[in-house]
Nanobody
Framework: QLQLVESGGGLVQPGGSLRLSCAAS??????????IGWFRQAPGKEREGVSC????????YYADSVKGRFTISRDNAKNTVYLQMNSLKPEDTAVYHC????????????????????????WGQGTQVTVSS
């Protein structure tokens, strides 16, 4: 059974940085056929797509709110995806989840990233990110 485990969250001051990791386990092979997405959910808000990366890593998508501050990357050999978060703001406070899915050819990475409900069953439990002074 495929499992995703997030790590790297914590409490950081505004302007600080964190690096989140999403490690996949419980399956044979690598995740090089699957896109990986980072999503976040703040209290009282809907889950939103933060950043997504294609199976090969050649395509990425960032929400406007994090563009220029966050960087997504993946190491398929390690079955791990990273989210480097710089210049963090209080509004980045949320529980961050990663998810994986094989994107149909007719669907763009951006469209998938904007629709968390289309990411099926493989989600991690989440890691809390709190940005506060």
């Amino acid at each position: 059974q495929l499992q995703l485990v997030e790590s790297g969250g914590g409490l950081v001051q505004p302007g600080g940085s964190l690096r989140l990791s999403c490690a996949a386990s419980g399956f044979t092979g690598t995740l090089d056929l699957s896109a990986i997405g980072w999503f976040r959910q703040a209290p009282g808000k809907e889950r939103e797509g933060v950043s997504c990366i294609s199976s090969s890593g050649s395509s990425t998508y960032y929400a406007d709110s994090v563009k220029g501050r966050f960087t997504i990357s993946r190491d398929n050999a390690k079955n791990t995806v990273y989210l480097q978060m710089n210049s963090l703001k209080p509004e980045d406070t949320a529980v961050y989840h990663c998810a994986t899915v094989i994107i149909p050819e007719i669907v763009t990475l951006q469209d998938m990233c904007l629709t968390p409900s289309d990411w099926g069953d493989y989600w991690g439990q989440g890691t809390q990110v709190t940005v506060s002074s």
